[in-house]
């Protein structure tokens, strides 16, 4: 740490103690000497600080005068990164009431909660027990034929929300799963007839490409499950850059890729403004930094490979 200091350019004249400049000498100096130089670095230190900061405000003074838009970004609201809660509001129309069995039966069914009152004409009603189409209520007489009763459900422990979103995504991920095999041999024997077939052929990522991507990516990338950062990436010397394209190379000619770069996390990325039930939110899913950096390389090079090849202009219908 004193090399580093003795090496300064700032300090290579001396440094303003008390009134006088004291040379910086390469051997270290006692304790009092240490102190004085301590406190001399932190009063300048505070004084650029102050310096800065008012600087900066003046800077910002400046920008919302010139653009006073600027001030609806200072007001906007943090969007939240978790799911803290989901609200799904349920709702049908009265068209039956059966006086005699305290009970309404529904225009269409819902997974209405018997624990929790429904609403009508703005009044919270118990309910005795619930089915999907129909509701036995201790008072009926406020209820009416062709009313509206409503109720909200709010979701909010984790395996609660957990459970709300992996039944809405199985149906958009898993629409394929009970597609017999067979199925795909159609289209696949289309492709190989009609398709045009070109050999693209381009090498694998080098150390230096590799790092370029590397230095392309931001600081603020989210990384995977492996919990290696973009940072982490950019302190790497060549060797273990080396090493990451032999284990790219390996997963080329094997298949094999270790599993941790194959693990991804899902976040949900909110869609609207204030998101209250699962369809308002977007799955993303992240993957390892490694492996994402891999699928940029070999995708850009089969795009420029593709290019020639592909229509110049498509016609709307």
């Known amino acids: 740490m004193w090399a580093a200091i003795v090496r300064a350019p700032a300090l290579l004249e001396g440094l303003p103690i008390g009134g006088s400049l004291v040379l910086i000498r390469f051997i270290p100096p006692d304790l009092f000497v240490f102190t ?21 405000r003046q800077y910002a003074r400046m920008r919302r005068a010139r653009n006073p838009n600027v001030i609806f970004g200072d007001l906007k609201a943090a969007p939240s990164n978790e799911v803290d809660y989901l609200l799904r509001p349920l709702s049908a129309t009265v068209v039956e009431i059966r006086s005699e069995d305290h009970a309404v039966v529904l225009s269409h069914p819902q997974p209405w909660d018997d624990t929790k009152p429904i609403v009508c004409h703005g009044l919270a009603l118990p309910v005795i027990h619930a089915e999907e189409d129909c509701l036995w209520l201790q008072d009926i007489d406020a209820v009416s034929r ?59 990522i080098t150390p230096e490409e590799l790092g370029q991507l590397v230095v392309s990516k931001q600081d603020s990338s989210a990384c995977g499950l492996d919990g290696v950062s973009i940072r982490d990436l950019k302190s790497m010397p060549s ?72 229509p110049r202009h498509f016609v709307r219908q």
């Open 239 to 310: 060797t273990v850059l080396s090493n990451f394209c032999d284990m790219f190379s390996m997963a080329e000619e094997t298949g094999q890729w270790p599993s941790q770069l194959l693990m991804g996390k899902v976040v949900c990325l909110a869609k609207v403004e204030q998101p209250r039930d699962v369809m308002n939110y977007r799955p993303i899913t992240i993957l390892g930094l490694l492996y994402r950096l891999w699928c940029s390389y070999h995708a850009r090079r089969a795009i420029r490979m593709l290019d020639p090849f592909l």
């Open 146 to 204: 062709a009313d509206v009763v409503t109720q909200l459900h709010c979701t909010g422990t984790k395996e609660d929300l957990e459970a709300a979103f992996a039944q809405a995504w199985k149906a958009r991920w898993d629409r394929h799963r009970d597609v017999p095999f067979e199925r795909w041999n159609v289209i696949l024997d289309f492709a190989r007839r009609f398709l045009p077939r070109r050999q693209l052929r381009w090498p694998s």
């Open 36 to 56: 004085r130089i301590f406190e001399t670095v932190v009063i300048q230190v505070r004084s650029l600080e102050a310096q800065l900061m008012s600087s900066s």
